[in-house]
Each structure stands twice: as C-alpha cells, then as structure tokens.
C-alpha cells in the first residue's frame, strides 16, 4: 500500500523523524508530569489537570509566531530551533522536574514551543519531498508518524517505572525511601526520553540538510 522510497526520500524522511521526536517528547513528558503531580507533589486530579495548562497555552497562543520565525529564519534553521527546544524541555524536567512545579512548567513550555513549530516544518517537508501526484499521502505519514511514537513514548516511561519502582504506585502512603526511588525512576525514564528525541532529532536535521544540499542551485 506503501512505497517505501517516499519515506526514503530526505525531505520526507526529515520531516517524519522531527514530528516522531516530537510526539515520542511530548506524549512521554506528559505522563510522566501527569503521574508526578498527583503521587509526588500530591495535587488531586484536577490540580494536576490544571497544572498541564502552561503546555495547552503555548500550544494555541504560539500559531501566531510560527509563519514570523520560519519567514525569519528559513524552514532548516526553524526546525533546529524547534528541535533543539524539545531536547531542552526534557532536559529540564530531568535534572530539575524533581525540585518543583515550576521547573516542570519550564519543561512544558519549551517541549510544547518546540512541538507547536515541528508540526509546521514537518508538514511543510512532507509535502515538498513527495510528487506531486503522492502529496495526499502526507498527511496519513505525518499522523501515523506521530501516533507510533506517542505509543512508544507512554510505553517506554511506563516500563522504566515499572522495573525501577516496582512498588504499588497508587499506595495509599509512601515512605521516604519510596519517594526518593520514585524520583530516581522518573528521572530515568526522562533521560531515555530525552536521549531518544535527542537521536531521532539530530538524524532528522541531518537529513534536513542533505536534502537541501541536494537540491538544484538556481
């Protein structure tokens, strides 16, 4: 159903593997914040519900800056950027994420500015890498793409916690030994997450610049 030369050709390549280290990020950050609030800093559901909002505020206020910062910058320079900012948001949360809610809302903030651009650079390489007569297959890459990852993101940092924290983590009480070996696991699962991104955004900026390289010089 599928030819797999499309997705091997660079443009289309660096788009899919931008939006997968975005959605591997941004999936797997949100449920370890999402676990974090409630059984750590012991903020209710709700609390916790509202303790996501700086990540939906970013999302829908920063539609406006993206057309600016890509006209500004150049779409390859864009997606660095937008990359680069992911990578930083899991790094924060995994050195700092354990010392407070404000780290973690630095955190959410910069993967969800990073994301917000991906999704436009990724979008936009998609389309200009297929033929003209394969473009309406983009979009069901572009999706699929982000849809894997998202899967592989809450997978991956739930079975870290599960084999670093084997203890019940909906216990009624934690001893002080828990907590430090819940906060050990959650930093874990964020540095494999942030590695992972940190991978699959560099070989997709790699194959960014390839397929500019390769293009024809007017």
Do not use: H
Request: with cysteine.
């Amino acid at each position: 159903m599928l030819d797999l030369k499309l997705i091997a050709r660079p443009l289309v390549s660096c788009g899919l593997v931008l939006k997968a280290a975005a959605g591997l990020a941004t999936a797997g950050l949100g449920y370890l914040v999402t676990l974090q609030l409630q059984l750590d800093l012991g903020w209710t559901p709700a609390q916790a519900a509202i303790g996501m909002l700086p990540q939906v505020v970013v999302l829908i206020a920063g539609g406006a800056l993206i057309g600016p910062l890509i006209t500004r910058v150049g779409l390859t320079t864009a997606a660095g950027l937008s990359a680069g900012a992911v990578v930083c948001g899991l790094a924060v949360y995994t050195a700092l994420g354990r010392f407070g809610y404000v780290w973690i809302a630095v955190a959410l903030v910069l993967v969800s500015m990073g994301m917000r651009v991906v999704g436009v650079v990724a979008g936009n390489n998609v389309m200009r890498g297929l033929p003209e007569n394969r473009t309406t297959i983009g979009a069901a890459l572009i999706d699929t793409a982000s849809e894997v990852t998202i899967g592989i993101g809450i997978a991956l940092s739930g079975i870290i916690l599960a084999v670093l924290f084997p203890d019940a983590l909906t216990a009624a009480a934690w001893s002080a030994q828990q907590t430090v070996e819940f906060r050990e696991a959650i930093a874990c699962a964020g540095l494999a997450l942030t590695l992972l991104s940190a991978a699959l955004a560099g070989w997709g900026i790699v194959r960014g610049l390839r397929a500019k390289n390769d293009m024809p010089k007017r």
